[in-house]
Every structure is written in structure tokens, then in C-alpha cells.
DNA sequence: ACGATGATGAAC
DNA sequence: TTCATCATCGTA
């Protein structure tokens, strides 16, 4: 079974896309090349309020796109060095999206894809990808191929210790994957 | 524990 | 135009 993700999967509550996402493989194409990973490890950053968003000030020219509707990606550059990957959610001009922090794509491409800067630096996702559909045409899609996700964790967003209250919402869903001896 | 490294947004 | 901040990572 091998269904792309369309616009309808995003365009929902938010942490139901999220947790929902866990299992689902992201796949990347660049021309005869594919290569695709399990999604392991996801945050939702979702709305207006949630201080924890680039969104919570306002419209800016980088967040734009996430007051699209779903089913589009948002990628900035964070520290100046790393790349961020998220998908936006939800409907046209509410401000959501859900960032892919982990994937599993094999034993030793885990060990490079564990961390949202490595992901998108082994997947070679770049600001180019900013605004583009999560479709082929993009060549950086989701799939959903069978699996599912029965037991999952749910934790505190990761280095958003600005966000006040907010910081401690468990908008972080992620499975833990035994990794055999290399 | 800390420095790398540069885009971003808010202040001036 | 300046300046503090930052959804991280590798090294120690």
C-alpha cells in the first residue's frame, strides 16, 4: 500500500495530524534517486497563542506560509546553520504547521537523521522546498504505506524555553525505535 | 557547558 | 542600521 498524503490529511486539527504522522514515511526524490524514512518524531506548533510559534507575533514575512492552507511545507534556518522541515496544518489563515524532528529510514541513515537539522541535511531539504506542495512535483512528499503507530510517547516541545506556560504542552509525539548492534 | 554562524524581527 | 535572539549540533 502506497497512498501520497493529500491536502484533505493536512488541512485538520493539528495534533491529530501529528500523531497521526508517526508512521507515515517521508520520501524525497531528486531526480532518478529516492529515498524515504519512517516519520518517528513530530511537534505540533498550532495557532495564534501558542507562544511557542513563530506565529505568535503576528504575520512576518518568514511565517507567512504558515497561515496557508495545509498541506504545503514551511522550511527556515535556524542558528544559522540548520535547516528546519514542518508541514503546515489546518485551513487557510489560522497559523499552524507540525515540525519532523525524526525519521528512520535504515540502521545507519538513523543514526544521521535523529535531530531536525540532520534530517533535513541528509534528506537534502533546503529553503528552496519553502512553500511548495507535498507532492511529487515538489519532490518531498508523505506516504502513507500500512503502518501503524499503536504505542507512541508524548513529551514537552524541545528548546522553546521562551514560550512561558506554553513550553510545557506535550505537543511532542515520538516512538522509540530499537536500534540493533551495528 | 559552550561556541559556531547567519537569518530574522523589533527597536531605534 | 544595529542588536538580541534563535523549533540545533558537535565537541568537550
Known sequence: MRKILSKTFFQRNTLAVARELLGKFLVRKIGKREIAGIITDVEAYDGLNDKASHASRGKTKRNEVMFRAGGVWY????????EMLNIVTREKGYPSAILIRGVLADDVLYKKTNGPGKLT?????????????AQKNSGLW????????KN???GKRIGIDYAGAWKHRLWRFYIMVEIAKI
Open 142 to 149: 508523505i506516504e502513507d504505506r500500512g503502518i501503524k503507530i
Open 152 to 154: 507512541f510517547l508524548r
Open 75 to 82: 522550511v527556515y534556518c535556524v542558528y544559522g546553520m540548520y
Open 121 to 133: 541535511k541528509f534528506f537534502c531539504i533546503k529553503r528552496s522546498l519553502n512553500e511548495n506542495q
